[in-house]
Structure formats: C-alpha cells, structure tokens
T-cell receptor, first 115, second 115 residues
C-alpha cells in the first residue's frame, strides 16, 4: 500500500522566517513520483514540483527548495524568507508505478505567515 | 494554459436530493478525477476516468456515481445526498501518461453543503 504522511497539521511563522514542511512516504514500487501542491484560500490546487525516484538532486526555485532523501523516504519542502502570500495548505503526493495517473495525497499542512 | 472549471463554487442541497457536479477541461486530457477534501483527511479519490465512457472506482466510491459522455466533461453524481457528503469536491485532469508521473490540473472546487 502507498501512503503519504504530513505530520505537521498547522505551522505558524512570522514573515521572513524560514519554514520546512515535512513529507514522509511509503511505497514498495521502485519507480515512483513525488509531488508538492499548494492550495491557497481560493481553493484551487497549484502544482509546485514533481520528482521521480531516480532523481535525488535537491531542487531550488526562488525561495522554494526541496530535499528528497530516499534513505529516509522523505521529500521535504523549505520556504526561505516566508511571505504572507505563502499562507496556504500544502499537500505532498505520491504516484506509484501504475498506468493510471492516480495520486495518493497526504493530509496537508496549513501554513500561516503573519506580517 | 490548462483550464479546469467546475459548475459551482458553492452548493447547498437537501438530504435525499440528487446532485450533479460538473467538471469541464479544455486541454483534451484523457484522464479526469474527482476527489473530496475533508479537514484532517486530505484529498481522497472518489472516481476517475481514463477515456470517454470509461470509469474506475477510487478509494471512496460509495454513495457516488460518475458519467463521462464527452472527453472534456466529467460529472459526479450523488444519487441521494446525505449530510456526510458535505465536503469540498475537487476535479482534476491530466494527459494520459502511462507510468510516467505527470502533474494533475485542478479546478477551483465545489463546496457542497447537504442539510
């Protein structure tokens, strides 16, 4: 069975603080894909990043960075110098090695960034 | 840009009513999905469709049915709405991608309240 765990239900930070959102996954597939999505108050999930299981390079995109570690089955997301606009619910998701594009989502982490 | 639209942002229905939630995508995607989102549970897959007239049950199909008569449209049907179906419903679509992981594109969601 596949599973994604986001243990942090809600995180509150003050603007300009760095914050890391944790994601731990379980799968028996050797090939799999990991995703992060952002859900702002408007409700629509916005795709942030995709990583396949063979690519353990960390990725940086502006203030966002992702740390993928197969040894600990984790795919953590860090926001540097957080801003109020980063306030949202963030979901980590997993797709295993099947033909259908089914995603297994974590329960999400609500990030509140106050001015 | 891919656009996924849902017929209503907010909907209030009475127990026992038949409810239709419509989703339309404009990018000729083969795969379409219906999720429900509940606090503390994340997104859970109700049904998905990989082609016209094709459908597969997701993780929580009980109480729901779907219809895919045209490629661009995927409808979720609550045959007899119940209060435990009060939730946020999200539609998503994606190009057929085989085993390769691709990002799903989401609609803005429909917040359904059943009284």
């Amino acid at each position: 069975a596949q599973k994604v765990t986001q243990a942090q239900t809600e995180i509150s930070v003050v603007e300009k603080e760095d914050v890391t959102l944790d994601c731990v996954y379980e799968t028996r597939d050797t090939t799999y894909y990991l995703f992060w999505y952002k859900q702002p108050p408007s409700g629509e999930l916005v795709f942030l990043i995709r990583r396949n299981s063979f690519d353990e390079q960390n990725e940086i995109s502006g203030r966002y960075s992702w740390n993928f570690q197969k040894s600990t089955s984790s795919f953590n997301f860090t926001i540097t110098a957080s801003q109020v606009v980063d306030s949202a619910v963030y979901f980590c998701a997993l797709k295993g090695n099947t033909g259908f594009q089914k995603l297994v989502f974590g329960t999400g982490t609500r990030l509140l960034v106050s001015p | 840009d891919v656009k996924v639209t849902q017929s209503s942002r907010y909907l209030v229905k009475r127990t026992g009513e038949k409810v239709f939630l419509e989703c339309v995508q404009d990018m000729d995607h083969e795969n379409m999905f219906w999720y429900r989102q509940d606090p503390g549970l994340g997104l859970r897959l109700i049904y998905f469709s990989y082609d016209v007239k094709m459908k597969e049950k997701g993780d929580i199909p009980e109480g729901y049915s779907v219809s895919r008569e045209k490629k661009e449209r995927f409808s979720l049907i609550l045959e007899s709405a119940s209060t435990n179906q009060t939730s946020m419903y999200l539609c998503a679509s994606i190009l057929r991608g085989g085993t390769q992981g691709k990002e799903q594109y989401f609609g803005p969601g429909t917040r359904l309240t059943v009284t």
